[in-house]
């Protein structure tokens, strides 16, 4: 069993930052691949980002690229998502997500845990 606590969500204006976390904690000696989602008001969960285990390959959603990006720590067994240049199309809860397996995916359906989510809202 693996637990994903987000944090560092808020309110920020319009082309402003945050940097989001997520830790985990449980089984952590697997290898994981990892995501990050986001799903406002009466959406479906959209991919933003992933990140392979090593840490060498990214994938990002449009929307995201050249704004945000992903990383990982796995020494501390946390992966990031700073985001920049924030617009208010933005505003959504985001959820971290593992894989238990290599590779880097961008649907749900790969992933193992979820986290419960953090939100994240952009004025205008």
């Known amino acids: 069993q693996v637990q994903l606590v987000e944090s560092g969500g808020g309110l920020v204006q319009a082309g402003g930052s945050l940097r989001l976390s997520c830790a985990a904690s449980?089984?952590?000696?697997?290898?994981?691949?990892w995501g990050w989602f986001c799903q406002g008001p009466g959406k479906e969960r959209d991919f933003v980002a992933a990140?392979?285990?090593?840490?060498?390959?990214?994938y990002y959603a449009d929307s995201v690229k050249g704004r945000f990006t992903i990383s990982r720590d796995n020494a501390k067994n946390t992966v990031y998502l700073q985001m920049n240049s924030l617009k208010p199309e933005d505003t959504a809860v985001y959820y971290c997500?593992?894989?238990?397996?290599?590779?880097?995916?961008?649907?749900?359906?790969?992933?193992?845990?979820w986290g419960q989510g953090t939100q994240v809202t952009v004025s205008s």
């Open positions: 990140i392979s285990w090593s840490g060498a390959t990214t």
């Open positions: 449980g089984r952590t000696d697997s290898r994981y691949a």
């Open positions: 997500a593992a894989a238990t397996s290599s590779g880097l995916y961008s649907g749900t359906r790969q992933y193992n845990y």
